[in-house]
């Protein structure tokens, strides 16, 4: 009963944390043609802020924590599918920092960088999410 607990609660937790690192580059690329200290850029800065703070955080965590039990009770931190995973999933954690830099840098009405950063940004997560995928379902290694 343990085992499809986890992998239940695991996979909640991946799908509210991959829905807001989709979502909170797109909110990025409208803010960055909002006028800085505008009503609409305030509102983007709400936005923001509590999408990374309710939603985006604790799916993160979730998602780490109950990945790390599966992978325990799977006893599958000698499979090299899993390190690989791990590693993608390193880099899409690296990613969330980012984004949560991003967020504080909009909040000061700091950023620098165009819309079209964030629109080629937004593409990441979703590459990660594949390589992920396809690590777990297949196991190649």
């Known amino acids: 009963m343990l085992y499809p607990t986890l992998k239940s609660l695991h ?3 991946l799908v509210a944390w991959m829905a807001g690192m989709l979502y909170l ?8 043609e909002a006028e800085p200290g505008s009503a609409t850029s305030a509102t983007f800065k709400v936005m923001e802020r509590r999408l990374l703070k309710a939603i ?3 799916a993160m965590v979730a ?3 109950f990945g790390l039990a599966l992978a325990w009770e799977l006893d599958a931190f000698r499979q090299g599918w899993l390190h690989a995973k791990l590693g993608l999933v390193l880099v899409l ?13 909009f909040a000061a009405d700091r950023n620098t960088r165009p819309a079209r950063f ?4 937004n593409e990441v997560p979703t590459l990660l999410l594949i ?3 396809i690590l777990v379902v297949f196991k190649p290694f």
């Open 11 to 13: 996979l909640i937790a």
């Open 25 to 32: 580059p797109r909110l990025f690329v409208y803010h960055a």
């Open 56 to 58: 985006i955080n604790p």
């Open 63 to 65: 998602t780490w924590v």
């Open 93 to 105: 954690s690296g990613l969330h920092g980012y984004m949560a830099g991003a967020v504080k840098r």
């Open 118 to 121: 964030y629109r080629i940004l």
């Open 131 to 133: 390589g992920i995928v």
